[in-house]
T-cell receptor, first 113, second 114 residues
């Protein structure tokens, strides 16, 4: 079956530091890959996505590249802000599985001023 | 952009009552809606998938008689937690997808059963 593994948090950073959250996946087909962000007490917001190998998703300074050879989709941001404090979820969807999303466990990020 | 509205955002009720949560897609036709449950500091657990006009498909271990799902139109799905008990307390999140749309999530409903 499909699965997503992402690094456990919490990740604590200072403002303007570089952020990386590792994500690897296992899928039987050719999945699309996503990063979602969840702010306290809210639902999930789509941060970025990539639908095929070597695609790079980017949004709000965040980037992730779909690496089929390493089955990875690591999230990066060059200079974080306090407002980036949230929980980040890596996910995949697979047409063979009815486009259901399979989520990683989430990584809590705390950015200190 | 696409928006999914979920209501109510927070509900507290007594044990034994039934609670209905609404999920609406505001600017696209949601052919499929998903219902998730999230425990504190954990990931989302898919409960069921509902397609407009047909019965919901429940994930293994989810009681369909406890969690009633209705998806009667292309813009509305409801989740009713019947005869709720304290162990049903959780954060429930819906999402919606349609033609050429990724899943868009509601803001969630925090359910507390006393």
């Amino acid at each position: 079956g499909n699965s997503v593994t992402q690094m456990e948090g919490p990740v604590t950073l200072s403002e303007e530091a570089f952020l990386t959250i590792n994500c690897t996946y296992t899928a039987t087909g050719y999945p699309s890959l996503f990063w979602y962000v969840q702010y306290p007490g809210e639902g999930l917001q789509l941060l970025l996505k990539a639908t095929k190998a070597d695609d790079k998703g980017s949004n709000k300074g965040f980037e992730a590249t779909y690496r089929k050879e390493t089955t990875s989709f690591h999230l990066e941001k060059g200079s974080v802000q306090v407002s980036d404090s949230a929980v980040y979820f890596c996910a995949l969807s697979d047409r063979a599985a009815g486009n259901k999303l399979t989520f990683g466990g989430g990584t809590r990020v705390l950015v200190k001023p | 952009g696409a928006v999914v509205s979920q209501h109510p955002s927070w509900v507290i009720c007594k044990s034994g009552t039934s609670v209905k949560i609404e999920c609406r897609s505001l600017d696209f036709q949601a052919t499929t809606m998903f219902w998730y449950r999230q425990f504190p500091k954990q990931s989302l657990m898919l409960m069921a998938t509902s397609n407009e006009g047909s019965k919901a498909t429940y994930e293994q271990g989810v009681e369909k008689d406890k969690f009633l799902i209705n998806h009667a139109s292309l813009t509305l799905s409801t989740l009713t937690v019947t005869s709720a008990h304290p162990e049903d307390s959780s954060f429930y999140i819906c999402s919606a997808t349609g033609r050429n749309q990724p899943q868009h999530f509601g803001d969630g409903t925090r359910l507390s059963i006393l």
